[in-house]
C-alpha cells in the first residue's frame, strides 16, 4: 500500500490549490483521512481531517479557507486550499488509516512542498 500525494507547488498569497492523495495497493478498507503538515523548524501538526462517512475536523488557523473531502471510490482525499497566506507554506503530507493484507495501520504519503509567497 502506498499513498501518493500531487497538487502541491508555489502561488501568491490569496490564490488556491488543490491536493489530492491517493491510496493505491490491496485495500480492504479506509477508516479516517487526512491532511499534515510540517515548516521548517515546527512540530507536523494537523491540517484536516476526514471519516469514512464524511465528518470533518480542521485546524483553527485553515478553518473557512481549506476544505477537505473524499472519494471513497477512488480511495482518494482531496485539500482544496484557499485565501493562501504565507503562514500556509510547509511540506503537506497526508495519511489514512486502513486495513489491508498486513491490518489496520496508519500510512502516509510522502509530502508535497506548498509555498506561498507575500
Known amino acids: 500500500v502506498q499513498l501518493v500525494e500531487s497538487g502541491g507547488g508555489s502561488v501568491q498569497a490569496g490564490g488556491s490549490l488543490r491536493l489530492s492523495c491517493a491510496a493505491s495497493?490491496?485495500?480492504?478498507?479506509?477508516?479516517?483521512m487526512g491532511w499534515y503538515r510540517q515548516a521548517p523548524g515546527k512540530r507536523r501538526e494537523l491540517v484536516a481531517s476526514?471519516?469514512?462517512?464524511?465528518?470533518?475536523k480542521y485546524a483553527d488557523s485553515v478553518k473557512v479557507r481549506f476544505t477537505i473531502s473524499r472519494d471513497n471510490a477512488k480511495n482518494t482525499v482531496y485539500l482544496q486550499m484557499n485565501s493562501l497566506s504565507p503562514e500556509d507554506t510547509a511540506v503537506y503530507y497526508c495519511?489514512?488509516?486502513?486495513?489491508?493484507?498486513?491490518?489496520?495501520?496508519?500510512?502516509w504519503g510522502q509530502g508535497t512542498q506548498v509555498t506561498v509567497s507575500s
Open positions: 495497493g490491496i485495500i480492504f478498507s479506509i477508516n479516517d
Open positions: 476526514i471519516t469514512s462517512g464524511g465528518r470533518t
Open positions: 495519511n489514512a488509516d486502513l486495513t489491508d493484507t498486513i491490518g489496520t495501520m496508519t500510512y
